[in-house]
């Protein structure tokens, strides 16, 4: 009997938070800082009597994401009510687009196992509301033990996109690239800030496999990750258990499980799966996006990374890993070509940005948007070295000491100590001082007056120019040597 | 003559001629409210404690007190739906109709009584207890907005809001003979006023006059961005116009319905009120309306419950309303909430909107009931093609005794067929009156509909039918 | 009858309502009488009729995305015995 084989079948659900400055049905603000309970008001307490109201910006931010997906505009879609019972809904149902979402049929590209590029499908991305934050814990901080649950409406109505993938996916490797691509091209459209850490891009995976022997097991739905571990790990976790029941004969049960981040294990809802009923939101009639909106939406959209990185490649001549890198966040890319627009060489500015750029905002934890050296003045770096004005080391010297000390590229040449053109002060001093030291042989016969006719002198002056790589102007050379020598 | 007797139109003109002050109007209405609420029972809450004072003295309600129905919300106060799962509710903001007649003036007396969450055609149907008809406190008032039509009949206001989502403005207005009038859909905001059925409710007035319904219509027709089903485009004009005419207008009877029997005072009011149309050069015609004669109950009673289900899933006592602070779990603490917080109606809807729009059943029954709508609206547009109006009973009969509700509650429902296809339809509805029946002295009203946006016209059309019909006196509210 | 009574004091609870024997009597008549009307649409041709709405083809309005706060948060407040500090407290949920 031969081995059986089984094919993961994956579909991933990922809501992202559309950035805006208001709620999706009301005026209360979407700020996630504002202390509990602060940005509440009838509408999305669901106070008897209140009625929804549209942002116009949701959709729009819902169209950009949409599109970054490579999605068509729905002309015209509808919202529907999806019920069920829970605290943090205010409600009873959520205001969703289900069905009739908005923007649909889209792909994103991921490489698959042999490193070929592969385009999962994207079915659609629906507007709907948030629910609200749930804290199981006491409000005194205490954790464990508490009978009670705290209910911060805050979140309770912030937009949402919900984007739903076909079951193209096959693996968490895929799953992750899939998420992450997603994650930076809603960044680009500017449609999400889609940061994991404050919840704001969430996932649940639909994972079945598909077995050699022609049995496929049911779809089991699992659901809270809130990182790609989690959604990678989660994914394995679930293939592995499945795997294991197919291959002892057994039967996968359809279900929704929950992804236990701190046990690594998915476990079974043991809530019953709720009634998913709808009926259609009598309090909002259609949304109706028209062609002229479509045009100044698609006219928004920015360059997308894939499409920047492969013209770095063909226009710039820079390798795809340096265009990678750079169009991996859009304000990286965006500064690096500001650069080359302020007249630096596009591959020794894109390694100027990937290396010291990058190096620096790490060490300093911060954005590229706080970067206090404009990209106007790294081009002006760059084309001092190749104006060989001044040599790399000190260009990063340079670099360096402005980044630290908060200063102009001019006064921190000038608090170098460099010269216009060449290797001076300290800097000149230090050279020779090693070069001294190396030749302790060579001082010692100018110090014993030896070298009358200057000929170890000549020597050691050659040895210095040489170090500054021509950099440092001779007479200085000349003079600093002496002094060092009298030492 | 009492100052609580003056219509709006008077009672407004008097405290703008400075015959009287805002102060006497307000006492003399409360006055005839002490003397007839005991046997009349139209208050959920009261909140003429002392005078309140007018937010706009140079508004066209300066100083005129009116009521609402319970499901309007009021700021501060209490609102409670007649549901005990409301309990001491009190919102924290305004029913935008409540704040247009407030900017426009007018003073609140109290909230009045209805069905719980208007599901009734009675006002029976209240954790309050039930309102009882002025013109003879032994029948009801209609419902659900039974209240604020009692309010109106006694002269406790000249004027007051209901609401109506298959005829709960309509069928106690002419149980209690006043006039109510049912705007077109989208004509008045929603907001603030606790839902139903969505795309059926519709906020309209009460009062003993047309040119009264006029001038209130004036002032709730104004677009509310708050609501997005209310219409921008429209701006109807309310004006009262005595020159108003209408010769030439083609009056339709609804064919089917002929078949149909009526309580004989509303037969011959059918009669009389033909006559007098035709003697003011209007045509009599008749309309087909086959789809809406037959599946017309159904189709209401699927959509209202589908929607009315989903309306209510909202009260779980923890952010308002009646709850329980023992509750193990909060599954718990839900049901526990709701089953003592709904009446047996109430979660008779509730379980049937469920049931219809459970994926197994949902294409079936809801699914199928938004395209009978769809039927039904297209044949009152066929309609409205062939007349101008249609006329037709509000009920088929005149207001039964209280306790004496039919036990087979599907034939309630079939009473309601005169005045809820108007909802399907988001068509405007006036119910107007007709005289008094000589038997029971109970007034007799009819109806009047037209096709959407036509309020202003219908009200017209009342007008001439006021002129020779007579206005409703106010009744006795049970005293002598 | 369509529907037992065990479906519909299913269907109650899953609406989260806990019928007394009375109630559920007068639901389980009320729902079959309703089911058994509503067979009534059976008898039309639905197959090319659009969902409803209204005529006018009317749109949804879009709001501007301009933070207006609501001003009466205390009022809110005010109508819960939920309040605990600056939450809504429930009890803890508890999964059956
Ligand atoms: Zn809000």
Redesign the pocket.
């Known amino acids: 009997m031969s081995e059986l084989t089984f094919t993961p079948v994956i579909g991933i659900e990922i809501h992202i938070r559309l950035k805006t400055d208001t ?1 999706i049905f ?3 603000s979407t700020d996630t800082d504002a202390p509990a309970n602060t ?3 009838p ?3 669901g106070l008897p009597g209140s009625l929804p109201r549209l942002n116009h910006n949701v959709v729009e931010k819902g169209m950009l994401a949409g599109m970054a997906l490579h999605c068509t505009v729905q002309p015209r879609s509808l919202f529907f009510r999806k019920s069920y019972f829970y605290p943090d809904l205010p409600k009873g149902h959520q205001i969703s687009q289900c069905d009739l979402p908005v923007v649909a049929d889209g792909y994103i590209e991921v490489h698959d196992a042999e490193g070929k590029l592969k385009k999962i499908r994207v079915n659609h991305l629906h507007l709907e509301e948030d629910a609200a934050a749930m804290h199981h814990s006491a409000s005194d901080g205490r954790l464990e033990g508490a009978s009670t649950s705290y209910v911060d409406y805050n979140r309770a ?1 912030m937009p949402l996109g919900e984007i739903v993938s076909e079951p193209d996916i096959s693996s968490s490797a895929e799953a992750v690239e899939y998420a992450m691509n997603l994650q930076r091209r809603v960044r680009y459209a500017g449609a999400s800030d889609a940061d994991l850490d404050k919840g704001m891009m969430r996932f649940d995976a639909n994972v079945s496999l598909k077995c050699s022997d022609g049995r496929w097991g049911r779809k089991v739905e699992v659901k809270n990750m809130n990182s790609f571990r989690a959604l990678e790990r989660a994914i394995e976790f679930e293939i592995k258990r499945q795997k294991k029941i197919l291959q002892s004969g057994g039967e996968v049960l359809q279900e929704t499980r929950h992804w236990n981040d701190a046990k690594g294990v998915t476990t079974a809802s043991r809530v019953k799966e709720f009634y998913r009923k709808f009926i259609v939101e009598p309090d909002l009639p259609p949304l109706i996006v028209n062609q002229e909106w479509i045009d100044r939406v698609t006219a928004m959209m920015p360059e997308m990374p894939d499409v920047r990185a492969n013209r770095y490649v063909h226009d710039m001549g820079l390798t795809q890993e340096a265009a990678d890198i750079l169009t991996d966040d859009k304000n990286t890319a965006d500064y690096f070509e500001a650069c080359v627009k302020a007249g630096a060489n596009p591959v020794r500015a894109a390694n100027w940005v990937r290396t010291e750029v990058l190096r620096v905002l790490n060490e300093m934890q911060k954005k590229i948007s706080e970067f206090s050296i404009k990209p106007e003045v790294l081009a002006e770096i760059v084309r001092r070295v190749d104006d060989r004005k001044l040599s790399t080391t000190q260009a990063k010297e340079v670099f360096d000491y402005m980044c630290a000390n908060d200063s102009g590229l001019d006064d921190a040449v000038k608090k170098l100590g460099i010269t216009e053109g060449g290797v001076a002060g300290n800097a000149l001093v230090e050279i020779i001082a090693n070069v001294i030291k190396a030749n302790p042989d060579v001082l010692a016969e100018i110090q014993s007056g030896k070298d009358t006719k200057g000929k170890k002198f000549k020597f050691l002056q050659g040895l210095v120019m040489k170090e500054s790589k021509g950099q440092a102007k001779p007479q200085e050379v000349v003079e600093a040597l002496t002094a060092a020598l009298k030492q | 003559m009492e100052l609580y007797e003056l219509d709006l139109y008077e009672a407004s003109k008097g405290i703008k001629d400075k015959k009287f002050s805002p102060k006497e109007l307000f006492e003399s209405c409360k006055k005839r409210i002490d003397s007839c609420e005991d046997k009349i029972h139209a208050f959920i809450t009261r909140t003429d404690g002392t005078a309140p004072v007018t937010e706009n003295p140079n508004g066209i309600f300066a100083g005129v007190p009116t009521v609402l129905k319970d499901n309007l919300c009021t700021n501060g106060i209490r609102t409670t739906a007649a549901s005990k799962i409301l309990g001491n509710w009190k919102p924290p903001y305004d029913a935008t109709a409540w704040k247009y007649l407030r900017e426009a003036g007018a003073v609140l007396m109290g909230k009045v009584n209805m069905d719980e969450f208007a599901m009734g055609n009675t006002c029976g149907n209240s954790a309050f207890g039930p309102t009882h008809n002025p013109n003879d406190i032994s029948r009801v008032p209609g419902g659900s907005s039974g209240g604020s039509a009692a309010a109106v009949s006694a002269g406790y206001v000249p004027f007051s809001l209901g609401s109506d989502t298959g005829g709960s403005i309509r069928q106690p207005a002419s149980y209690c003979g006043v006039y109510g009038m049912k705007p077109t859909y989208g004509m008045v905001s929603r907001y603030g006023l606790i839902s139903y059925g969505s795309s059926l409710d519709q906020i309209g007035p009460f009062a003993r006059t047309i040119r009264d319904l006029q001038l209130v219509m004036s002032v709730l027709a104004q677009y509310d961005p708050m609501d997005s089903s209310c219409f921008r485009e429209k701006n109807p004009d309310f004006t009262h116009n005595e020159d108003a005419s209408i010769k030439g207008k083609r009056i339709a009877l609804v064919k089917e319905f002929q078949n149909f029997t009526l309580d004989a005072p509303i037969a011959e009011a059918m009669k009389k009120t033909q006559k007098v149309l035709e003697n003011n050069g209007a045509v009599i015609t008749e309309v087909s309306l086959p789809v809406v004669s037959k599946y017309a109950v159904a189709c209401y009673y699927a959509l209202a419950m589908s929607e009315a289900h989903t309306n209510l899933e909202r009260y779980d006592g923890v952010r308002y309303g009646y709850t329980v602070n023992d509750a193990a779990g909060i599954k718990e603490m839900f049901e526990r909430v709701r089953s003592y917080g709904f009446g047996s109606e109430v979660k008779s809807r509730i379980i049937a909107g469920t049931c219809l729009t459970e994926p197994s059943r949902c294409d079936e029954y809801y699914v199928a009931a938004t395209k009978v709508r769809t039927l039904i609206a297209q044949e009152f547009i066929r309609a409205f093609g062939e007349c101008d109006f249609i006329l037709q009973p509000v009920t088929p009969s005149l207001p039964h005794k209280i306790g004496e509700e039919d036990e087979d509650a599907m034939k309630g429902y079939e009473t309601d067929l005169y005045t809820l296809p108007v909802n399907l339809a988001g068509l405007p509805g006036l119910s107007f009156f007709t005289g008094y029946d000589d038997a029971t002295k109970l007034p007799v009203g009819l109806q009047l509909i037209g096709p959407r946006w036509s309020d202003s016209e219908i009200l017209n059309a009342g007008m001439i039918l006021e002129r020779h019909l007579g206005s409703p006196k106010i009744a006795n509210g049970g005293v002598k | 009858m369509k529907l037992s009574r065990e479906e519909v004091n299913d269907i109650a609870l899953e609406s989260r309502l806990l019928l007394t024997e009375k109630e559920l009597d007068g639901a389980v008549k009320y729902i079959n009488n309703f089911l058994d009307i509503l067979d009534s649409f059976k008898e039309l041709d639905l197959t090319n009729v659009e969902p409803f709405s209204f005529a006018e083809a009317l749109e949804c309005p879009l709001r501007e995305d301009k933070v207006n706060a ?1 001003t009466n948060t205390q009022g809110i407040f005010n109508e819960s015995e939920h309040v605990d500090g600056s939450y809504f407290k429930v009890p803890r949920i508890m999964e059956d």
Do not use: E, L, R, Y
């Open positions: 709620k009301c005026a209360c940005n509440i008001c509408v999305c307490m109505g | 609501f």
